[in-house]
């Protein structure tokens, strides 16, 4: 999937527009950035349970047209909370940003396997 592909997905039922440059538009790559950062363990364990191999180094996007090298469910699930999670405190509603921040992180144990010590 595609930078733009995870954002329209995350603001299908927003009044956001990936499109409008008047908005957001200008942070989604570093947000995109610092949420592939964050969800790189999570994807390693993900890829390692799968018996997929693994990444070398996190992936960072410069584009909305760029690949994310991640698993779908990484792309279709974590990614986009995280995306709603950023919008919600841009927007300064807090409420909305904790919910989201709170889903964020329970997809990402989810999706990449919680690893207990």
């Not at 908005?23 to 995109?32: A, K, Q």
């Not at 698993?71 to 990614?79: A, F, G, S």
């Not at 300064?92 to 992180?105: F, G, P, V």
Request: aromatic share 10%; proline share 2%; charged share 25%.
């Amino acid at each position: 999937m595609t930078v733009h592909d995870i954002i329209r997905t995350a603001l299908a039922g927003e009044y956001e527009d990936v499109e409008d440059q008047t908005t957001s538009v200008r942070h989604l790559i570093e947000w995109m950035n610092t949420l592939l950062a964050d969800c790189y363990g999570a994807e390693q364990n993900s890829r390692q349970a799968d018996g997929k191999e693994l990444l070398t180094e996190i992936p960072t996007v410069k584009e909305l047209t760029d690949e994310v090298p991640y698993n779908t469910m990484m792309c279709r699930y974590v990614l986009v909370y995280g995306i709603e999670w950023k919008f919600a405190e841009q927007d300064l509603d807090m409420d909305r940003a904790i919910q989201y921040s709170a889903m964020y992180e329970d997809a990402k144990h989810r999706a990449g396997g919680a690893v207990w010590l």
